[in-house]
C-alpha cells in the first residue's frame, strides 16, 4: 500500500471508531492545531503528515501501527484505562464506567455481549443492600482502603449513598443497549462465597445485615429472571417492562466464562478484557477481536436460550442459583 493510501486508511479507520455526532475534520483540528484546509488536504492523503502529527493520531485515538501496516505480527495493542495515573476512589472508578457507557450510546447501533464468569457488575448496583456490601467488600478486601481495616460491615453505617446513585446511572445507560449474556451456573459462586466468608469470619455488624444482604441477593436474582422472561432490561420497580435494549439471555452449563467483554458499535468492534478484579483491557485491533466474537459466537451455538423461551430451563437455572444463596442462612 502506498504512503498516500496508507494515510487515507489510516484517517478512515479513525472515522469509523468516531461516533456519528462527531467530525472527523473538527476532532483533528483540535488535536493538530491546524486549518480546516489543512486537515482536509490530509485526510485525502493530498499532504503527508509529519512523523510528530503521526505520534499525536496515534496516541490520541489509541491505533496500532502493525494493524494500519498489515504486518504480519502477534502483537496486539491494548488500552489500558487508569494504568499510568494514582489510585482512584471507588466512586471515581464507578464514573469512569458510567462515562464508558455514554460514550457506547453515542452510537447509533450498540450492542454488549458478555462472557460472565460473574455476575456483570452493574447488576450488583441493582438493589442497595446488596449494592452497599458489595462496595464495602471491594473496598475493604480487594483495594484494603485503611479507613475499613477494622470496620465490619453495616448497611446503616455503610450505605454507600453516592456509589449506589453512579450504579443507578450506569443500569440506565446499560439498558439502553442490546445485550447479549452467556451465564454458567458458577457465575454467582464469587458472591456467595464472598458473603459466606464475611459471615464465618464474623465481618456482618449484625445479623439483620447478613440478611438483608442475602434478601437483595434474591430479589437480584428474581429481577435477573423477570429480565430474562420478557427479553428486555428494566429497573426495579417499573409498573411495565420499559426498555430500550433488548436481552438475550444464554446458559452454559459447561464452559466457564472469562468476564470478557464484547463491543459492536455502529460498524467497529471492541474487545474488552478484565484483569486484576476491575482493571480492563480495550482494543479495536481487528484480528484479535474477530476471533474473540468467533469464540462467543461458538459457546452461544452451544449454549441454551432462555430469554423468552425455555421456561423450563430458566426456572431451574435461577432456582439453583437462589438456593445457593439460601444456604448461605443455614
Known amino acids: 500500500m502506498e504512503p498516500p493510501q496508507l494515510q487515507v486508511t489510516l484517517f478512515q479507520k ?50 496500532s501501527l502493525d494493524q494500519l501496516l498489515a504486518t504480519q505480527s502477534d502483537s496486539v495493542l491494548f488500552q489500558a ?19 464508558q457507557f455514554r460514550f457506547f450510546n453515542s452510537f447509533t447501533n450498540r450492542q454488549i455481549s458478555y462472557l460472565c464468569k460473574d455476575v456483570p457488575f452493574w447488576y450488583f ?38 456509589c449506589f446513585a453512579i450504579g443507578q446511572q450506569i443500569l440506565e445507560s446499560h439498558a ?3 445485550t447479549v449474556e452467556l451465564w454458567n451456573l458458577e457465575s454467582i459462586h464469587s458472591t456467595v462465597n464472598q458473603i459466606a466468608y464475611y459471615r464465618d469470619a464474623g465481618l456482618f455488624r449484625s445479623h439483620t445485615d447478613l440478611q438483608k444482604v442475602t434478601e437483595s441477593c434474591i ?32 446458559i452454559n452449563e459447561l464452559i466457564l466464562g472469562s468476564n470478557t467483554i464484547l463491543l459492536e458499535l455502529d460498524d467497529t468492534r471492541t474487545s474488552m478484557i478484565t484483569y486484576s478484579t476491575f482493571g480492563y483491557l480495550i482494543t479495536r485491533d481487528e484480528k ?7 469464540h462467543f459466537y461458538s459457546l452461544l451455538n452451544r449454549a441454551l436460550l432462555i ?24
Open 219 to 250: 430479589a437480584l436474582l428474581d429481577h435477573l429472571q423477570a429480565q430474562a422472561t420478557h427479553g428486555v432490561k428494566f429497573m426495579p420497580g417499573a409498573s411495565a417492562p420499559t426498555h430500550r435494549g433488548s436481552l438475550k439471555f444464554y
Open 81 to 99: 484505562p487508569g494504568i499510568s495515573a494514582n489510585p482512584i476512589s471507588f466512586p471515581a472508578y464507578m464514573q469512569g464506567m458510567l462515562e
Open 288 to 294: 484479535f477481536t474477530a476471533r474473540a466474537f468467533e
Open 176 to 178: 439502553r443497549m442490546d
Open 14 to 63: 479513525i472515522k469509523e471508531a468516531l461516533p456519528p455526532h462527531l467530525s472527523l475534520a473538527d476532532e483533528l483540528g483540535a488535536l493538530l492545531d491546524l486549518s480546516p484546509d489543512s486537515i482536509y488536504r490530509r485526510i485525502r492523503g493530498e499532504k503527508p503528515i509529519t512523523l510528530t502529527e503521526l505520534q499525536k493520531i496515534t496516541q490520541h485515538f489509541r491505533l
Open 125 to 162: 448496583y441493582l438493589f442497595p443492600a446488596l449494592a452497599a456490601f458489595k462496595t464495602f467488600f471491594w473496598s475493604k478486601t480487594i483495594h484494603n482502603d485503611p479507613a475499613l481495616i477494622n470496620e465490619r460491615f453495616s448497611i446503616e453505617t455503610h450505605p454507600f449513598n453516592e
Open 307 to 330: 430469554s423468552q423461551s425455555g421456561e423450563k430451563e430458566r426456572n431451574r437455572f435461577f432456582n439453583t442459583l437462589r438456593d445457593k444463596v439460601h444456604h448461605l442462612e443455614k
